[in-house]
């Protein structure tokens, strides 16, 4: 793990442009059961706490177009790098990349802020490790907001019933490949990665600055690695959750023209939901979060004020 890291809570000085300039905030490092994230931290220190949670192949970057929204509303809005990417500690093997562990990092952040409860968000991956903290530690939570992926038993399913969603997800099975797939991801500066993102979302969701900082993400020592780990850890473990019912007030928001997933798994999830709703947007894909920003930064406010 690396070891130059600054001190426990010392603001970090990233790159100077880490962090936009039409982004408002500060990075910092933030220990969190065990390893070192760093966050982007915006709004007032006494704002209520809202985590955001990113997913693959992004980073905290994924979430900035809603941040200057969410401050402004008052919120301690807080972005972490979670661990394995981009400037978030990346520990070696398979086993620290456990969904336990991730929900555990969750935890850890909200205790690190002081606070006993949170809300928060998650894309894809991050709504995985959200889902997994309502179910696990639900008492840490007031709100969760699911973004593009279903409840876990949803998920799980759905792969076990059906052909076509496992065939749209046979990028699961390749990731499994001890050190193959971060050697052909890197393959003509990212090509494969990017070409993949740019097909799947509308045009215009991602400009060459987008891709720029995706790229240098990807490019840190240990990231995609760590990024790949998450698949084979859950490969590994197959977690299935204690339980299975949500109690925390959950929104779960669809971009109704994501080409990984299968949108029914949207409203199967608020089966298993005692307080859930859906919001479907038909002008969106998995990429919700760059094409329709504000979207959700209004469902997520609406949803938690």
């Not at 496992?166 to 890197?186: D, G, H, K, M, T």
């Not at 494969?192 to 790229?215: I, L």
């Not at 608020?270 to 479907?280: E, I, K, P, V």
Request: aromatic letters at 10%.
């Amino acid at each position: 793990m690396p070891t130059d890291r600054p001190a426990t809570d010392e603001p970090l000085s990233p790159p100077a442009d880490e962090i936009p300039a039409s982004v408002p905030g500060e990075s910092r490092i933030r220990e969190t059961n065990g390893v070192g994230l760093h966050v982007v931290e915006a709004g007032p220190a006494d704002g209520e706490l809202l985590v955001l949670l990113h997913g693959f192949p992004e980073f905290w970057y994924g979430w900035h177009a809603v941040i200057e929204s969410l401050a402004s509303a008052g919120f301690r809005v807080v972005v972490p790098d979670q661990r394995g990417y981009n400037l978030s500690e990346k520990p070696d093997g398979i086993a620290p990349y456990r969904i336990g562990e991730l929900a555990r990092d969750v935890v850890g952040l909200i205790d690190a802020y002081g606070r006993e409860t949170a809300l928060l968000a998650g894309h894809d991956w991050g709504a995985a490790v959200g889902w997994w903290v309502a179910l696990h530690h639900p008492g840490r939570l007031r709100r969760f907001v699911a973004v593009n992926l279903p409840h876990p038993t949803v998920f799980r399913r759905t792969l076990r019933t059906s052909w076509r969603q496992r065939l749209r997800n046979w990028y699961i099975l390749a990731f499994q490949l001890p050190w193959l797939p971060e050697r052909v991801s890197r393959v003509r500066n990212w090509a494969p990665v990017v070409e993949g993102m740019r097909r799947s979302s509308r045009p215009g969701a991602f400009d060459n600055e987008d891709f720029d900082r995706y790229r240098r993400a990807w490019s840190r020592p240990g990231a995609f690695a760590g990024m790949v780990n998450w698949y084979r850890a859950v490969a590994r473990e197959r977690p299935t959750p204690a339980r299975t019912a949500v109690d925390v007030p959950t929104l779960v928001v669809w971009g109704a023209g994501d080409r990984f997933l299968r949108r029914s798994m949207a409203a199967e999830s608020l089966a298993h939901c005692s307080n859930g709703r859906l919001l479907m947007v038909h002008d969106a894909t998995h990429w919700i979060l760059h094409e329709r920003p504000n979207r959700v930064a209004r469902a997520i406010r609406e949803h938690v004020e």
